[in-house]
């Protein structure tokens, strides 16, 4: 990790984020891609009802979770948090 990244890490109190911020990336880079909410799912390995959640920004998301989901996408970590202060 970079020092940058690493010094952003510690903004957040646990390990822990409120997807309301994510979700719209999230939604965002799959419809970019051109894939369903059901193939992200199965690449990041997070169940679809919890992908359609998370997009929504009805459920807490943890950063490993977000991680999958970024390499999945094949997107940098940033671009999925992107927003967040």
Known sequence: MT????AN????????INS??????IR????????????LAI????????????ERGEVNVSIETLFRISKA???PFSEV????D
Do not use: A, H, I
């Open 73 to 75: 996408l094949r997107v």
């Open 28 to 39: 965002s880079v799959r419809k970019d891609t051109g894939w369903s909410q059901e193939k």
């Open 9 to 16: 890490l510690r903004n957040f109190t646990d390990d822990v």
């Open 81 to 84: 948090v992107k927003g967040l």
């Open 3 to 6: 020092r940058q990244f690493t």
């Open 43 to 54: 690449r990041s390995k997070v169940s679809s009802d919890y992908k359609g959640r998370l």
């Open 20 to 25: 309301s911020c994510v979700g719209g990336n």
